[in-house]
């Protein structure tokens, strides 16, 4: 039985190495470049009804924002994007939009992703929606002009590896734990160019916030893309979402979706698997997502993170680290929670239960939570979570991709170390000279509360 994989790429591949798109997602930071190059080449979009616009990357994200950005001609980034999208009759998800968000947010939110589909955007985490058994991956703007103008792409087809994960999470263990134990145990180019499948009893426990984590971060482990086979957790997660199918074609689809699946005998270039009893609380020590160890442990040497020992003398310099060093109890002066890795409804709430009756300590100077779309606001702010982060010194944000880059805009200190629930910490990615450690929204909470780095279960 052909892979899950190799289903969708033969029911997309027109003749070897060109494959149909069935889904354009642009964005601000390079929408307007792709939609430009379109219009100067005197080429329409060939199916408008396709492809959607969102103002994400580089908006403001404070109270009562508007096209105004921090970034340095952020503001014409926008108004040019807008106009380029409504001269081409796209759907623009605006800076005041209700359903305004972080793109792989508001994608599975409205149903504009589907199990089966092709879906391309210019955002290396694009794979996020590979949670709904999509192939889903990021490109570049030309590619993006290309894939509006003919509704096709030359791709290389990539290999495909599957990483089966027995057993059950187990207590305070969160899927940005799994990734995390993954990428540090396999290393950041373990997947490289390969479109990875997560499979086996503790990715099917999860829920799609919790698969969307996963598949999110196999970009850190050098992945084309990520799939997870859809299944009645999908389906009822789809069902009724506005660009989904409704009535007749519902049934069709949801009769055509139930097929797409790996069978016992599907054929992969590679396969890990992994114990999901030996996974626990992770926090990154160093500047990659590879350099990750369980919370409880030590910065490593260099053989022991299986790194070149300059890599290693390099990532420990940046952070003002060492070998031997405990990361718990490692003082911070930023949090973050918020990113297309850990900003849904699931993961504020369980951030929220740790903040909850405590409050920032005194040492943080700036503690931001980012909600990933208008919708997972409102829905937060309905159950009284934003009260309880700014009751806690919590800023509360409105939706987008935030502090989870530095680009010219708002940032946090040269030489701040802060905890972080995105999904890289490379030199300067959340401002020029920021030390990041990056791991799940429970330890950014439990650490903000307790001023330094902390065991989600013991917030101080």
Same mark, same amino acid.
């Given at each position: 039985?052909?892979?899950?994989?190799?289903?969708?790429?033969?029911?997309?591949?027109?003749?070897?190495?060109?494959?149909?798109?069935?889904?354009?997602?642009?964005?601000?930071?390079?929408?307007?470049?792709?939609?430009? *190059?379109?219009?100067?080449?005197?080429?329409?979009?060939?199916?408008?009804?396709?492809?959607?616009?969102?103002?994400?990357?580089?908006?403001? !994200?404070?109270?009562?924002? !508007?096209?105004?950005?921090?970034?340095?001609?952020?503001?014409?980034?926008?108004?040019?994007?807008?106009?380029?999208?409504?001269?081409?009759?796209?759907?623009?998800?605006?800076?005041?939009?209700?359903?305004?968000?972080?793109?792989?947010?508001?994608?599975?939110?409205?149903?504009?992703?589907?199990?089966?589909? !092709?879906?391309?955007?210019?955002?290396?985490?694009?794979?996020?929606?590979?949670?709904?058994?999509?192939?889903?991956?990021?490109?570049?703007?030309?590619?993006?002009?290309?894939?509006?103008? $003919?509704?096709?792409?030359?791709?290389?087809?990539?290999?495909?590896?599957?990483?089966?994960?027995?057993?059950?999470?187990?207590?305070?263990?969160?899927?940005?734990?799994?990734?995390?134990?993954?990428?540090?145990?396999?290393?950041?180019?373990?997947?490289?160019?390969?479109?990875?499948?997560? =499979? +086996?009893?503790?990715?099917?426990?999860?829920?799609? %916030?919790?698969?969307?984590?996963?598949?999110?971060?196999?970009?850190?482990?050098?992945?084309?893309?990520?799939?997870?086979?859809?299944?009645?957790?999908?389906?009822?997660?789809?069902?009724?979402?506005?660009?989904?199918?409704?009535?007749?074609?519902?049934?069709?689809?949801?009769?055509?979706?139930?097929?797409?699946?790996?069978?016992?005998?599907?054929?992969? *270039?590679?396969?890990?698997?992994?114990? =999901?009893?030996?996974?626990?609380?992770?926090?990154?020590?160093?500047?990659?997502?590879?350099?990750?160890?369980?919370?409880?442990?030590?910065?490593?040497?260099?053989?022991?993170?299986?790194?070149?020992?300059?890599?290693?003398?390099?990532?420990?310099?940046?952070?003002?680290?060492?070998?031997?060093?405990?990361?718990?109890?490692?003082?911070?002066? +930023?949090?973050?929670?918020?990113?297309?890795?850990?900003?849904?409804?699931?993961?504020?709430?369980?951030?929220?239960?740790?903040?909850?009756?405590?409050?920032?300590?005194?040492?943080?100077?700036?503690?931001?939570?980012?909600?990933?779309?208008?919708?997972?606001?409102?829905?937060?702010?309905?159950?009284?979570?934003?009260?309880?982060? $700014?009751?806690?010194?919590?800023?509360?944000?409105?939706?987008?991709?935030?502090?989870?880059?530095?680009?010219?805009?708002?940032?946090?200190? *040269?030489?701040?170390?802060?905890?972080?629930?995105?999904?890289?910490?490379?030199?300067?990615?959340?401002?020029?000279?920021?030390?990041?450690?990056?791991?799940?929204? %429970?330890?950014?909470? =439990?650490?903000?509360?307790?001023?330094?780095?902390?065991?989600?279960?013991?917030?101080?």
């Amino acid at each position: 039985m052909p892979s899950l994989f190799e289903q969708i790429w033969r029911t997309h591949e027109i003749r070897p190495g060109l494959v149909a798109i069935d889904r354009v997602m642009l964005h601000e930071r390079t929408g307007a470049a792709a939609l430009r *190059a379109l219009a100067a080449s005197a080429r329409s979009v060939t199916n408008p009804a396709h492809a959607f616009v969102v103002m994400d990357h580089i908006v403001d !994200t404070r109270p009562g924002r !508007t096209d105004q950005t921090l970034m340095p001609g952020g503001q014409a980034f926008i108004s040019e994007t807008r106009a380029a999208a409504r001269a081409f009759g796209l759907k623009v998800f605006d800076v005041t939009d209700k359903d305004q968000g972080i793109t792989h947010v508001i994608s599975p939110e409205l149903g504009i992703v589907l199990p089966g589909l !092709t879906l391309v955007a210019p955002d290396s985490h694009t794979g996020t929606q590979g949670a709904f058994g999509a192939l889903a991956w990021g490109l570049g703007s030309s590619e993006a002009e290309h894939a509006l103008a $003919t509704g096709t792409l030359r791709v290389q087809k990539p290999g495909a590896m599957r990483v089966t994960v027995s057993g059950r999470l187990g207590p305070g263990v969160t899927p940005k734990d799994l990734a995390l134990h993954l990428i540090a145990t396999h290393g950041a180019r373990g997947g490289e160019g390969m479109v990875v499948e997560f =499979a +086996g009893p503790a990715v099917t426990a999860l829920d799609m %916030e919790g698969r969307m984590t996963l598949a999110n971060m196999a970009t850190e482990f050098g992945a084309f893309s990520a799939l997870i086979a859809p299944d009645s957790e999908t389906f009822a997660w789809l069902a009724g979402r506005r660009y989904a199918p409704a009535g007749p074609l519902w049934e069709q689809a949801l009769a055509c979706w139930q097929t797409l699946r790996s069978g016992p005998d599907s054929v992969f *270039a590679r396969e890990i698997h992994v114990d =999901a009893a030996d996974v626990a609380p992770m926090v990154s020590w160093g500047t990659s997502p590879q350099h990750s160890v369980a919370i409880s442990g030590t910065v490593p040497t260099a053989s022991q993170a299986g790194l070149a020992a300059e890599a290693h003398a390099r990532a420990l310099a940046y952070m003002g680290l060492a070998p031997g060093q405990p990361l718990l109890g490692l003082p911070i002066e +930023g949090a973050f929670i918020g990113s297309c890795t850990n900003s849904r409804l699931s993961d504020l709430r369980r951030a929220a239960e740790i903040v909850r009756g405590h409050r920032v300590a005194p040492g943080v100077r700036k503690a931001l939570v980012v909600p990933g779309s208008q919708a997972v606001k409102r829905a937060a702010e309905a159950e009284g979570l934003d009260r309880i982060f $700014t009751d806690a010194g919590f800023e509360w944000r409105e939706s987008g991709c935030s502090l989870c880059f530095f680009a010219g805009g708002e940032s946090f200190g *040269a030489g701040e170390r802060v905890i972080s629930s995105t999904n890289r910490n490379f030199e300067s990615r959340q401002g020029p000279g920021t030390r990041t450690h990056i791991a799940s929204p %429970e330890v950014v909470a =439990a650490s903000a509360i307790a001023g330094a780095i902390a065991h989600p279960g013991v917030p101080g």
